[in-house]
């Protein structure tokens, strides 16, 4: 049919909270043949800058979202079409386009985006999206929140029940630790699956949260169904000390920006809003205590103090071990590991090869939790 | 040995002798001291008065806080303020009690509860209901006295701070340090009563005159008033009737005086002399004791001088601190 | 999630979680709970826009109603705080500095150092600026360059509820005298604000809008001004970096030449009258710190010489406007304006 040769490009979805973002630049003029997957034009939301890739392949027809303009989610911003495509027909397509009505209506999500529950640690939050035969928990890391798997989630709940919590001391999470140390973190975990009557999942955690999933299969292997170890720690013993020190001690934008450009392959995803976000998160009460603590327990002087590689190898879950080639955090030289995890280094992609690759990240999970080894 | 008809054990009234005397004897000096051009500034002095801040200081701990005036001498003594320390300060030195970047006119000792001599006449009581208001919610029975002349009596700041401590039930004393003058101007004319009592009940405050050149009587007035704030009775007023031997400054040619005024008090109202007097009549206590007293203080005094003279000055480098804890 | 709430009950939050976590934190000030010692309600007014209301239910004896003595109880304040507490002393209109403002300047700026860095005054005055309220003369003005003249002083600025709550709660843990200002006119912005508490260090000013052709600085209700102006000048493709300073001393300055290096253009607004304001302070602090940076004359969007008048036709003209700046900014751009 005729609409299947016309193809919308519209603002995308990035994360709960996103209801509208601005478009900042377009890469490709009007009369590009596309690829599949082609960067096309850079988009700025309130958490963080990133890149719309066609996805569909043919050629673009239309560029309607201005530079500077915002616009909300699944509002109209081009055309891709193929070249047989009349111009009139595009019009028409355009003129009848209708940016469907936010969230809640559409979506089969209700509820709340994000919720609290009461665990052995304290008061945690997460969020809660999909549903599905299997269970994905994602476990952020140092001095990150759930919001670090805002390219994720929502796809990730397309096929799955996906979980995503502040572990404590982040996020809107208790900010009390109690003995920072890997095991604490890792009850706290457990405690948060228990709260929400979660028996056992698939764990997918990203750096220091990769630990955190290592160590409770490690510890309560009958919780933990598979594990998507992401850029981890754990794996070894380096880690970048000027990075975590420079996170710990930044105050200002000043100061922090040179410090967290070094998550991202590419430095121009580190948006203002990125930022003004990190330093509120740092200035609540009880966090740079948190931080400094979990700092000192785990990563003082650059250095990893726990080392799990030898666990992993001889665990019984499948694991599946995600890295970005150009990390400056923690080096993807940790990845390859003896035993049976399966491996994937990304290249063109930094510490947060998440956010920076997601559709072959979210790819990944997928293909591991669905496996044909996967019990259901 | 006789029996002792005062108030005061004879500890005490020998310590109540030291720190006058070492009032008297501190203000002389700066007079002499002054007049060699020695000090900067100006300095504002107490001798004469030495009656009133040590019989209401002697009722005082560390706890109880003061605000004194620009006159503030007497108060930091009898206080226990250091006198080496206050000496520098007044030198301007950078051993001083305010480290030479006060002076004269803002000599402070927190831990001692001196809440600094003010250059702003009246400005002391609105603090000194804050320190009786932090002792309220402490609970530890702590007083706040606040000082003040004839003449800033007068001061907005004093009247609506005598409403306050009032309606809040202060533990607080209003002295009023009635010497006849302010600056030049008698009390006769800038103030509409004949008695601060008056305005004290004006306000809603229970209050007392005494004259303030007998030690016994600012004791024991003084001493019910503070008994009472302490106890949760609120607050009072009490107006010493005093004089003070030199000017409002030193320089003031005093032509305000009458003739002969000055020399006159100092021959018939020296609350000191009349202090050793009325005690060495009854035997309590020896001339020759007070008189080793008096060599005692002489040579601190001097050792004070000498000690201030020689200090270092403050250096450029102080110019900029403690402007702030933090900026 | 966003989380919004007023300016106003950001403020009350601030005050709420700091009495909470410090019990030497009282507050005094007129009708600060409202009803003393009248035969209706108590908490009857919570401050006269109801700014500290509920807050007598939870902390009851800790909020002190004070007679009309400003004097005497924002001096009380301040010998408390010499004394080891930590008072909030609300000085209802900042335009009522006159009655008590030697213990300000006199005092609580003086002690540290006259005292030789041996005392602490850690006294808030939180007090309301501005105008647009159409209260005329006596109770809109800002006189922040007064306070912020002041060597002892310290004076905050927020403008919108989220830097209100985090500066405030930084200003009660602070050591030094805060003059906390609150724009009258804010109060019932609204902003995403944590539960949580936190505290936004002074000196830091916040860089709110992007931009790389003119760097235009302000604070307090005119900053939301400057970003009208913003997106007006964004249509004729001249984008202005936008920078609310939050703290005038400490200020952060720094911030502002950074920008200037990078767009050679500063248009500073101040809602104070010109003379002696902090726009005069700023651009000569920064043509003299960064005069290479600059490609044109550093401007200054001010009110006029002249007290707040009451008629809102002539109010609305003596507060800068979007346009203003807008012009300002056409100015020393050398570019039209876009209908």
Known sequence: MLDQRIKPIVMPKWGLSMSEGKVTTWLKPVGTRLALGEEILEVETDKIAGVVEAGDAGTLRRVIGEPTGIYPVKALLGVIAADDVSDAEIDAYVASYVTPAADDASDQETGPRYEFVETSAGSIRYAKRGDGAETVVLVHGFGGDLDNWLFNIDTLAGKTRVYALDLPGHGQSTKAIGKPSLATLSEALIGFMDAVGVDSAHLVGHSMGGAVALQTALDAAERVKSLTLVSSAGLGAQINGAYIDGFVAATNRRDLKPVIEQLFDDPNLVSRQLLDNVLKYKRLDGVAEALSSLARALFANGRQANLLAQGLAGMQQPALVIWGANDRIIPSSHAPVSGKARVEVIEGAGHMVQMEKANRVNDLILAHVKGPNRST | ?327 | MARNISFKQAINEALDLEMRRDPTVIILGEDIVGGAGSPGETDAWGGVLGVTKGLNAKHGGRLLDTPLSESAYIGAAIGAAACGMRPVAELMFLDFMGVCFDQILNQAAKFKYMFGGKAKTPVVIRAMIGAGFRAAAQHSQMLTPIFTHVPGLKVVCPSNAYDAKGLLIQSIRDDDPVIFCEHKNLYALEADVPAESYAIPFGEANVVRDGKDVTIVSYGLTLHRALEAAERLAKSRVEAEVIDLRTLSPIDLDTVIESIEKTGRLVMVDEANPRCSIAADVVATVTQNAFEALKAAPQMVTAPHTPVPFSPVLEDLYIPSADGIAAAVSKITKTALAA
């Not at chain 2, 108030?7 to 002499?32: C, D, G, N, S, W």
């Not at chain 2, 003040?148 to 009247?159: I, R, W």
Request: aromatic letters at 8%; proline letters at 3%.
């Open chain 2, 1 to 327: 040995m006789s029996s002792n008809p005062f108030p005061l054990a004879k500890a005490e009234l020998l310590q109540a002798y030291r720190t006058m005397r070492t009032i008297r004897e501190f203000e002389e000096r700066l007079h002499v001291e002054f007049a060699k051009g020695d000090i900067p500034g100006f300095v504002h002095l107490y001798a004469g008065e030495e009656a009133c801040a040590t019989g209401i200081m002697m009722h005082l701990t560390d706890i109880d806080r003061i605000a004194s005036t620009h006159r503030g001498h007497g108060h930091c003594i009898a206080k226990g303020v250091d006198v080496h320390s206050m000496m520098a300060e007044i030198y301007g030195k950078e051993t001083g009690s305010c480290r030479g970047k006060g002076g004269s006119m803002h000599i402070a000792d927190l831990s001692k509860g001196m809440m600094g001599a003010n250059g702003i006449l009246g400005a002391g009581a609105p603090l000194i209901c804050g320190a009786g208001l932090a002792a309220k919610f402490r609970g530890d029975g702590g007083v706040g006295v606040t000082f003040f002349g004839d003449g800033a009596s007068n001061q907005g700041t004093v009247l609506e701070s005598m409403n306050l401590a009032a309606i809040w039930n202060l533990p607080v004393i209003f002295v009023v340090e009635n010497n006849g003058y302010a600056e030049s101007t008698s009390v006769d004319y800038a103030t509409a009563v004949d008695s601060y009592v008056d305005r004290a009940s004006g306000f809603g405050l229970p209050g007392v005159t005494v004259d303030g050149t007998d030690f016994f009587a600012v004791y024991e007035a003084a001493g019910e008033m503070i008994k009472r704030a302490r106890q949760g009775g609120g607050p009072s007023l009490l107006e010493c009737k005093m004089i003070r031997f030199f000017g409002h400054f030193e320089g003031d040619a005093q032509t305000y005086k009458a003739k002969g005024e000055n020399e006159l008090n100092r021959a018939t109202r020296d609350c000191l002399k009349m202090f050793a007097q009325r005690i060495t009549h009854t035997g309590v206590i020896t001339a020759a004791e007070f008189a080793v007293i008096d060599r005692e203080v002489a040579s601190l005094i001097d050792d004070a001088v000498s000690t201030a003279k020689g200090a270092p000055l403050p250096t450029t480098r102080d110019l900029l601190t403690d402007v702030y804890v933090s900026y």
